[in-house]
């Protein structure tokens, strides 16, 4: 597992810069899913590290936006749960098609709504 976690970390670094770059409402909803497919494709290690960082982050994020932002419990609660559940279904799909290119799978995406267009 320590073998895979800097790889995946630096990997989940990179997806994060991305979705800050494409600046894109509701783009969480696709780069949770593209990040953490790639700590899946890794195998048992990689998923199990994209899993500790997707905990870790989240924790962060609602310490952030509920203690630091004022942002509302349930709605800080109701965001990280919904990225925790796109976290998971992109790990399940990383380990079971870790050979296929994310981005072909997530086209059928609609990031506004999360939900799939087929």
Known sequence: ???????????????QEQMKRANTKNSDNYYHRLGMHDAGSLGLGGALAGLVGGVVKEGLD???KSVKGNIPWRESLSDSYKDMQNNIEGLLRGLTHHDEDA????????INTNTWKK
């Open 62 to 64: 609602l310490y952030d």
């Open 103 to 110: 981005r072909i799978w997530l086209k059928d995406l609609d």
């Open 1 to 15: 597992v320590l073998g895979s976690a800097y790889p995946v970390y630096k990997n989940l670094l990179l997806r």
